[in-house]
């Protein structure tokens, strides 16, 4: 079980949209042109957005 953890734990269920624009190796303004345009899933809760970590190619 311990490695079960330590998998989960280097890899968040959700990312914020810097920790995914830097995933994607692309600029933060474009990572935020992406979310406004609909070309990347969001979890939205109140002004916090969460990217899947799925969306990860």
Do not use: H
């Not at 953890?5 to 995914?20: G, H, K, Y």
């Amino acid at each position: 079980m311990e490695s079960t953890r330590n998998t989960q734990e280097a890899r968040p269920d959700v990312l914020t949209v810097e920790e995914w624009a830097a995933k994607m190796r692309i600029s933060r303004s474009a990572a935020y042109d992406a979310v406004k345009n609909g070309d990347v899933a969001v979890i939205r809760i109140g002004r916090l957005i969460r990217i899947p970590n799925r969306e990860v190619a």
